[in-house]
């Protein structure tokens, strides 16, 4: 790479900044109920697409993940029970480090 | 809001706490890997320190590696930033009460875990930019942080794989995302947008599915109006979803 690399940086931050300005506020006062009800819809979207490729997809390849599915299933029925966010993250985070380092067989 | 409770900024850090723990190794990583890609120690930090975006400094640090352009990585930042115009559009009801100064400077914090615990948040509470900082500069602090730590002592970075810490951010995922699940017409909207980023991310480049999956669900929202009642309802009675 030629160009020096903060010039690269910069540009870099740059984009990626008005990415993350350009719809941040938009004037809601006319926002049907239609256009809230959508964007209330959007986070399934996002959500659902931040967690389903880590849990089908490996190395490129269509994949089940086993314990990545026990681990998100286990997090979902501890948050129902405990409606509490660090306790289900600890425990669905901690059964896959546990696995991981053969600790619990699977 | 109840005034025994923290406050919200200290709220913030103690929500993003987990994920603070993640950004530092997932930094440090990213610090050791630049460091390899041929970037000079300050170089990393100037990248973190500026750009702030894990995937897009993953994405640049091995094209540079491979001695790409310029211009080849600036699109490639482009495309895995798509993702944050629907983010900002989905936040953008909450920031309503915000002065155009403290929206242009809240925007340089928007990440996907930024993204997620302050929605959750504003679930169940007027949205306000002390929380919003407290859970957004705890991250900045620890990516910046770690990439220090990486470009000092990357020999010494765990392997997150083997230790299965990269399934950090998918848990954090799916606790937020036990909110949004409400109803079977929304569980089945998160279930389609899984599946169809899934599939999408063979054929569409990284970064993208994320912004086709969350147009897809507003679709779904758009033109399901009658299905339930809005989600961005505020009521601050609601306890027992408390996060700590």
Redesign the interface.
């Known amino acids: 790479m030629s160009t020096h690399p903060l010039l690269l940086f910069l540009v870099m931050a740059v984009a990626t900044y008005l990415s993350r300005r350009a719809f941040l506020r938009l004037p809601s006062r006319h926002f049907s109920a239609r256009l809230k009800n959508g964007l209330s819809f959007i986070p399934l979207g996002i959500f659902a697409s931040l967690i389903f490729p880590s849990l089908f997809v490996a190395e490129g390849q269509l994949a089940v993940q086993p314990l990545f599915l026990i681990a998100s299933a286990l997090c979902l029925a501890v948050m129902a029970v405990s409606r509490n966010v660090f306790i289900s993250f600890g425990v669905s985070l901690g059964l896959v480090v546990l696995v991981s380092l053969g600790v619990i067989p699977l | 809001m109840n005034t025994s409770e923290p406050a919200a900024w200290k709220q913030g850090v103690l929500?993003a706490?987990?994920i603070t723990a993640s950004y530092v190794l997932f930094g440090a990583i990213f610090g050791m890997l630049s460091g390899q890609s041929g970037?000079a120690a300050w170089?990393s930090m100037?990248?973190s320190l500026?750009?702030?975006?894990g995937a897009?400094q993953f994405a640049?640090s091995s094209m540079?590696a491979e001695?790409?352009?310029?211009w080849a990585?600036?699109l490639t930042?482009?495309l895995l930033?798509?993702?944050?115009?629907?983010?900002?559009?989905?936040?953008?009801?909450y920031?309503?009460r915000?002065s155009?100064a403290q929206?242009?400077a809240?925007?340089?914090l928007?990440t996907?875990e930024q993204?997620?615990i302050t929605?959750?948040r504003f679930r169940r509470y007027p949205s306000d930019t002390s929380y919003i900082l407290g859970v957004g500069l705890s991250l900045y602090i620890a990516w910046c942080l770690g990439t220090w730590l990486g470009t000092v002592a990357g020999q010494w970075i765990p392997d997150p794989a083997?230790?299965?810490?990269?399934?950090?951010?998918?848990?954090?995922?799916?606790?937020?995302?036990?909110y949004?699940?409400l109803s079977v017409v929304?569980i089945l909207?998160?279930?389609?947008?899984?599946?169809?980023?899934?599939g999408?991310?063979?054929v569409l480049p990284n970064g993208l599915?994320?912004l086709?999956?969350?147009?897809?669900?507003?679709?779904?929202?758009?033109f399901?109006?009658a299905?339930?009642p809005?989600?961005?309802a505020q009521s601050p009675n609601v306890k027992?979803?408390?996060?700590?």
């Open positions: 929500d706490l987990p970037l170089e100037a990248m500026f750009v702030y975006s897009a640049a540079i001695h790409a352009g310029f990585i600036i930042t482009c930033n798509a993702r944050h115009f629907l983010m900002g559009l989905s936040l953008s009801p920031y309503q915000f155009p929206v242009n809240l925007a340089f928007l996907d993204y997620a929605l959750n083997a230790l299965g810490l990269g399934f950090s951010f998918t848990a954090m995922f799916v606790a937020l995302a036990y949004q699940l929304r909207t998160f279930v389609l947008c899984g599946a169809a980023a899934v999408m991310t063979f599915p994320v086709v999956a969350g147009l897809l669900a507003f679709a779904i929202g758009y399901l109006p299905a339930e809005t989600e961005t027992e979803v408390e996060s700590t």
